[in-house]
């Protein structure tokens, strides 16, 4: 079985900044180390991946999604400025995702089949942002978890597997759920971001073997996922003076990512993995008109 590698390449630091602090900048230099040293894992173990990228980590280092491209890996959209579904009107959403597509294209001279959306935040409320997706022209989403874990994140009852959707403006959509794994009736999430970190790595061996026993598993991350450092000092410095009780939600954040480096590597050596572009034609066949 070929799963799929997914990485969503936004900077942490900016995205709390701007969400607990309302404080605008564009991302910083971390998003561009991080992301080079997924690449080098990637380079070095020969594994092609998918890259969604927020169009303003594009507007700020063109060079990092050339470098993204030129290396044979998959782009994709992640939004502009990583605003959830449920922020935005549909007008806002259109936009949002609009720009970065052009803006990604622009950059890198290939066409963009898929997105993600920020948090995974395409729910039974905001369904509505997947017409607004084939209309945009993409081919394919990869934003809904299919179990609840909140009103704003998950879908209880939803496919498991990859399958196209028929919308109601008349267009369709493939739709690549993220992993969950069966068990004793429940669907557990795995494979991935904070999943990734907080279990130690035997659980997402586990999961990604019981998965992939039925279907390709879609694992995760995001290069901050693999940043140790500290938070940087104009973040803690703004936090405080805005007596913002964030340290606890960073501290939580931060917790095991120590470990998430080493369990990526792990992964790359146990499971075999394409872009999600390339197991979506495997699994729909080439009748699925997804073929460039
Ligand atoms: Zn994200």
């Avoid at 900016?14 to 602090?21: D, P, S, Y």
């Avoid at 092609?48 to 782009?75: K, M, S, W």
Wanted: with cysteine; glycine share 8%; charged share 20%.
């Amino acid at each position: 079985m070929i799963n799929a590698l997914t990485i969503d390449v936004e900077d942490n630091h900016r995205i709390v900044a701007r969400n607990l602090l309302g404080q605008q900048g564009p991302p910083s230099e971390a998003v561009v180390a991080n992301t080079n040293r997924l690449l080098e894992h990637l380079r070095n173990r020969g594994v092609r991946a998918t890259f969604f990228v927020l169009g303003e980590v594009g507007a700020t280092f063109p060079e990092l999604v050339r470098t993204i491209v030129n290396d044979g890996h998959e782009l994709g959209v992640h939004g502009f400025y990583h605003m959830e579904v449920f922020r935005l009107t549909p007008e806002q959403f259109r936009r949002e995702i609009g720009d970065a597509k052009s803006l990604l294209e622009d950059l890198s001279g290939a066409a963009i089949q898929g997105h993600r959306a920020p948090t995974f935040s395409i729910t039974p409320q905001t369904h509505w942002a997947l017409d607004i997706l084939a209309e945009v022209g993409f081919k394919y989403d990869s934003s809904i978890f299919p179990f609840q874990k909140s009103e704003r994140y998950g879908w209880a009852g939803f496919p498991l597997g990859i399958h196209r959707m028929t919308l109601g403006n008349g267009r369709s959509i493939v739709e690549a759920p993220l992993p969950v794994v069966s068990f004793l009736r429940k669907r557990l999430p795995a494979c991935g971001g904070g999943y990734l970190r907080h279990f130690p790595y035997w659980y997402t061996r586990w999961a990604m073997r019981r998965i992939q026993r039925e279907r390709p598993a879609i694992a995760y991350l995001h290069p901050y996922d693999i940043d140790t450092g500290p938070t940087p000092d104009w973040l803690r410095t703004a936090l405080a003076a805005a007596g913002n009780p964030a340290a606890f939600y960073l501290a939580y954040q931060r917790r095991n990512r120590h470990t998430v480096e080493s369990k990526f590597v792990r992964l790359l050596g146990n499971f075999r993995f394409a872009p999600l572009i390339e197991v979506i034609e495997r699994v729909l066949g080439a009748t699925s008109g997804m073929g460039p």
